[in-house]
């Protein structure tokens, strides 16, 4: 599928999520090169609970249903994405995501992000501190 002509808005969406808050127009503009976009008409399995997780989402537009052990746990729409966390660590998925609409998603996988990171190494930096922050933020929420 073919790039979309709106790439400030992919860039922007990009920085919006935690785990590339840190980076900077180039590291973004590199990421978001890096991506695919796919369309998912709806019912369809984007990702399955339990199963090896590889690739990141980026939802640009339609919605999808999120479940854990068969019960609804969420709706995402557009901005929102999900399987940031398998970039790093390939662990299985905690929920399965469903289209309930036809969508159009922007995707990363783990190989590409990989390569990103090899092209800018001090990127990976930046990457540590986001989830630095945020493992501080979950202590912070867990122990007051």
Same mark, same amino acid.
């Given at each position: ?19 590339? +808050? !840190?980076?900077?127009?180039? %590291?973004?503009?590199?990421? #978001?090169? =890096?991506?695919?976009? &796919?369309?998912?008409?709806? @019912? ?16 640009? +537009? !339609?919605?999808?249903?999120? %479940?854990?052990?068969?019960? #609804?746990? =969420?709706?995402?729409? &557009?901005?929102?994405?999900? @399987? ?16 309930? +609409? ?9 190989? #590409? ?32």
């Amino acid at each position: 599928m073919a790039k979309s002509d709106h790439p400030d808005q992919k860039v922007n969406s990009l920085r919006s999520i935690w785990l590339f +808050s !840190g980076c900077n127009k180039k %590291e973004l503009a590199l990421l #978001e090169r =890096a991506c695919d976009e &796919a369309d998912a008409p709806a @019912g369809t399995l984007i990702c399955e609970e339990g199963h090896s997780g590889r690739d990141f989402y980026l939802i640009l +537009s !339609g919605e999808a249903r999120v %479940e854990k052990g068969g019960t #609804e746990v =969420a709706i995402l729409g &557009a901005g929102s994405h999900f @399987g940031e966390l398998s970039l790093l660590d390939h662990q299985p998925r905690s929920a399965s995501v469903i289209a309930v +609409s036809p969508m159009k998603l922007m995707t990363l996988s783990a190989r #590409e992000f990989i390569s990103v990171l090899e092209e800018i190494p001090s990127m990976a930096q930046r990457l540590l501190e986001a989830m630095s922050l945020r493992l501080r933020e979950a202590d912070q929420r867990a122990f007051g």
